[in-house]
């Protein structure tokens, strides 16, 4: 309302000043406005092909989680997306044909708006459906892969869990050949013995062998713990060591990834990612997904450093990286019960709202903002165009009076 409030003004300004300035400084070169490429009711405006879902998705669970009211508009966007089966693809251009074998669902996107649409509340057949389609493809290790008939890894099962836990289910309940989501993660965790201690892999190698991946933990983290994308800091005492012993339960599995996460961050205070031929870089998103898992396995206080490192750090990458990137910090900042709209000087709620439709106003929000917009000057808006109206007189008064005086 403030900007629409602003622009408002400024435009009244401007016909003021128009009219009392001389000709040859208006600008006459034509205004252009670029044209969307992608829906309006869709946040970010890059190429949704491959994360449209999942980044609406994040971006409206961030929203919810802020206390911002999504626009209808973004919401019923999300719901669209869904195919009669319940499934979600990572982007539908065409959300009234049909979803047909070629549709490339995956178990990401659904889960994702599962959690969405779960916390906004009243969507019970849209997420009930997706649920459904869920179980349905469960593998009989116990776990999800990204496709429906792919091989399980700790990232897809830990959203699986986290939609599932967002409607009230009860993950160690969901079993596929009498393995649960919690049997196929601790089959993903390493032992505390060799390189990676205590962490989990993404998946097998095609050897079998199991390879640390702090991308992985952080999720198998979230996911062994039985919690979605938003946590709460946990309350059991951070343990940088790892422990095995007799058969390993999700919660040990857990402590174990955070305290090869605690390692990983202990130098620099951030997680890196390898690109091919060039030097190890800060990964911003790893880093922000550490803080969240770190949290909820151990308090705020076991993720102080990574999370004073994002502050001081992740401005430009979440700029750039659009709306996906703004919700995975507001999560960290939840997480640690850090001020979401104060993160390292940046409003990470005034940037998500921006990359997409304006959020709902709460109720009496608009009677009450057009007052607090009049209220940060005592003489309200007109009071400028009255300055203005004055400053434009005086400007016509003294170009008479040069004229005069030229012919004098």
């Known amino acids: 309302m403030y900007v629409r409030r602003s622009a408002a003004v400024l435009a009244a ?3 003021v000043i128009g009219a009392a300035a001389p000709a040859a400084a208006a600008d006459e070169s034509p205004s252009t406005s670029p044209s969307r490429a992608y829906p309006a009711e869709l946040y970010g405006g890059t190429d949704p092909t491959y994360d449209g879902v999942w980044r609406q998705s994040l971006a409206l669970l961030a929203q919810d989680t802020v206390g911002v009211r999504p626009a209808k508009g973004a919401v019923d966007w999300l719901l669209g997306q869904q195919c009669a089966n319940g499934a979600f693809a990572p982007y539908r251009a065409d959300a009234d044909a049909d979803c047909g074998a070629k549709t490339p669902v995956d178990t990401n996107s659904t889960a994702a708006a ?15 459906k997706a649920v459904s389609w869920l179980k349905s493809v469960q593998n009989k290790d116990g776990g999800w892969g990204y496709a429906a008939v792919g091989a399980s890894d700790t990232n897809s099962t830990s959203v699986v869990i986290g939609a599932l836990a967002a409607v009230g289910e009860k993950p160690a309940g969901v079993v596929k050949g009498g393995r649960s989501p919690y049997d196929a993660l601790v089959e993903l965790a390493l032992p505390c013995t060799g ?4 962490a989990f892999a993404f998946q097998p190698d095609k050897k079998g062998t199991l390879v640390a991946n702090a991308d992985a933990t952080a999720a198998g983290i979230l996911g062994a713990l039985g919690k979605g994308l938003v946590v709460r800091p946990g309350t059991t005492a951070s343990d940088a060591t790892c422990a095995d012993g007799g058969d390993r339960t999700p919660q040990q599995a857990a402590a174990n990834g955070a305290a090869y996460l605690t390692r990983a961050l202990a130098e620099d205070g951030h997680l890196k990612s390898a690109l091919p031929g060039a030097e190890d870089q ?3 998103g790893n880093t922000a997904d550490a803080v969240v898992a770190l949290a909820a396995r151990s308090g705020a206080g076991a993720a102080q450093k990574p999370l004073r490192w994002l502050e001081q750090n992740s401005a430009k990458w979440a700029e750039q990286s659009g709306p996906a990137a703004y919700a995975q910090l507001i999560f960290a900042a939840h997480a640690t019960g850090t001020d979401p709209r104060d993160f390292g000087g940046v409003d990470l709620v005034k940037q998500l ?4 439709p304006a959020p709902q106003k709460a109720a009496g929000q608009e009677e009450k903002g057009e007052k607090t917009d009049d209220g940060d000057n005592p003489f309200g ?5 009255g300055v203005f109206l004055v400053v434009g007189i005086g400007i016509g008064f003294l ?3 040069r004229n005069k005086g030229g012919r004098q």
């Open 381 to 385: 808006a007109w009071w400028y165009i």
């Open 282 to 284: 800060p990964d911003y």
């Open 399 to 401: 170009l008479s009076g």
């Open 114 to 128: 599962v959690q969405a649409l779960a916390a906004l509340g009243g969507h019970d057949a849209a997420t009930g």
């Open 353 to 356: 709202n921006a990359t997409g």
């Open 195 to 198: 390189d990676g201690a205590g």
């Open 13 to 15: 300004v401007a016909v």
